[in-house]
């Protein structure tokens, strides 16, 4: 008699399961208008992973594609990697940069301030010391970073230099987005 009633539950808690499972399957996502709780009982995704989720379903790029695109970038400035290289992960129109030399609002200004930075520095480093990727809406892509400069001029002397960088991002339409934005600003 107990081993028909175990099995009667285990079947009906099988039942039960299998209910739920699909239905989470079938949308994984609450919707925005179900309240969101802290605590999430055992098993359950928090809120932060469904919303990181919803993120990648949403936009084709991901955070952690969107960090690897800016260590990308700096790795290219570091290897003073040709300027047409740099050229196809900046956007050719409505660019907007401000730098600690000027700004640069088109290809055109890219490739002079990159010939200057490889006149005057015979080497740099970049070093990201904090960063961080807000997608605010679909194909919206936000990085703001931390970044210590450091280079020897063509005399051999040491400077460096810490920036607040802010970046806005938009679909390059290849692997790689593009660079719409990038505002860096010189910090203590």
Not at 32 to 52: E, F, I, K, N, R
């Amino acid at each position: 008699m107990l081993k028909k009633f175990i099995g009667t539950l285990l079947v009906a808690l099988l039942m039960l399961t299998g209910a739920t499972a699909a239905e989470a399957a079938a949308n994984p996502i609450p919707s925005t208008t179900s309240p969101s709780s802290v605590s999430a009982s055992p098993g359950a995704p928090p809120a932060t992973y469904l919303q990181s989720i919803k993120l990648l379903q949403e936009n084709k790029y991901g955070e952690n594609e969107l960090k690897s695109f800016v260590y990308q970038v700096f790795s290219l400035f570091d290897r003073h990697a040709e300027v047409n290289n740099l050229l196809l992960l900046f956007a050719n129109e409505d660019l907007s940069m401000k730098v600690p030399e000027g700004r640069i609002d088109s290809h055109q200004d890219f490739e002079k301030w990159y010939a200057g930075i490889g006149a005057n520095y015979q080497s740099n480093v970049h070093k990201i010391e904090q960063i961080s990727v807000q997608i605010p809406a679909k194909g919206d892509y936000r990085v703001n970073c931390i970044v210590l400069w450091q280079a020897l001029d063509r005399n051999g002397k040491f400077t460096s230099l810490r920036t607040r960088q802010q970046w806005q991002i938009i679909d390059g339409g290849g692997y790689w987005p593009r660079i719409v934005s990038y505002i860096a600003e010189p910090i203590s």
